[in-house]
């Protein structure tokens, strides 16, 4: 599961790759992996590649302040259909997050799929990960096969237009 996210006004890719027997992810593309140590809802203690960080978050809808060491961190949640509108892609394309590999297909071109539900698989670095359909819609077309490769930002899957489903 991918998402994109700013830190302070910095952009950055957040991958999870592993969620048993511990949470992995990675940041722009810095596999880490994470031990979730909740105390209780807004304070939490996460152990990141063996070493212990506690902080105090507050959410305000897509953006949350964390306060830890002294600090306190901005980190706004970036929906993927609202970023590609704003960069003036279309949210009917599903474009690849990272330079990669079809590893496998599950859906093919006129199924009808809900928002959240996988659509195939990539590998990238050894990371795989699920494209999922972002809205509810009907497959226009899968342009990738299983073996084929892409770059960033490759429109792998395109959806129906909303207005021609």
């Not at 302040?65 to 599903?94: K, M, Q, W, Y």
């Not at 809205?135 to 096969?145: C, L, N, Q, S």
Request: charged share 30%; net charge negative.
């Amino acid at each position: 599961m991918a998402f994109r996210l700013t830190l302070n006004g910095e952009a950055h890719d957040l991958t999870i790759t592993t969620i048993r027997p511990r949470i992995g992810i990675a940041v722009d593309g810095y596999e880490r992996a994470v031990v979730d140590h909740g105390i209780a809802a807004d304070t939490h203690a996460i152990e990141v590649d063996g070493k212990r960080h506690a902080f105090i978050q507050a959410r305000d809808g897509n953006r949350v302040f964390l306060r830890a060491n002294g600090r306190t961190l901005c980190v706004d949640l970036i929906d993927p259909r609202d970023a590609a509108e704003e960069e003036g892609r279309s949210a009917d394309d599903i474009r690849a997050p990272m330079p990669g590999v079809v590893i496998e297909v599950m859906r093919a071109d006129g199924e009808t799929v809900q928002r959240g539900e996988t659509i195939l698989t990539i590998e990238s670095m050894k990371l795989q990960t699920n494209i999922t359909a972002p809205r509810d819609g009907v497959i226009a077309r899968v342009g990738k096969a299983v073996g084929h490769s892409f770059d960033k930002d490759e429109v792998i899957v395109s959806l129906a237009t909303q207005d021609g489903e």
